[in-house]
């Protein structure tokens, strides 16, 4: 069974840093997706950063030279740092992977984290 597991989400001021977490656990084959998601109060959910087949990265608009994705194969972890932090930020992150689990199927499943809130304050 996989799990996403996410961390790392918290209260900072208009300005600071916070590293969000997310790690697949369970038996899995290849990880073809990893991407992270936001959803503020009233608003759709949007894409923030992806990593697509470990190496194309894509950044919104919104957060480009603030926030940096990075993933750990070996611990089939990806990251989010978040620096610049404004309060247009808060949100609820969504870890989304994508991966195929080692099932013998060698079926891509579609998993999401459930949450982790990050309230920046001005």
């Known amino acids: 069974q996989v799990q996403l597991v996410e961390s790392g989400g918290g209260l900072v001021q208009a300005g600071g840093s916070l590293r969000l977490s997310c790690a697949a656990s369970?038996?899995?084959?290849?990880?073809?997706?990893m991407g992270w998601y936001r959803q503020a109060p009233g608003k759709e959910r949007e894409l923030v950063a992806n990593?697509?087949?470990?190496?194309?990265?894509g950044y919104a608009d919104s957060v480009k030279g603030r926030f940096t994705i990075s993933r750990d194969n070996a611990k089939n972890t990806v990251y989010l740092k978040m620096n610049g932090l404004l309060p247009e930020d808060t949100a609820v992150y969504y870890c989304?992977?994508?991966?195929?689990?080692?099932?013998?199927?060698?079926?891509?499943?579609?998993?999401w984290g459930k949450g982790t809130l990050v309230t920046v304050s001005s």
């Open positions: 369970g038996s899995i084959f290849s990880i073809n997706y």
């Open positions: 989304n992977v994508v991966l195929v689990p080692n099932d013998g199927r060698k079926i891509s499943r579609n998993y």
């Open positions: 990593i697509i087949s470990g190496d194309t990265i």
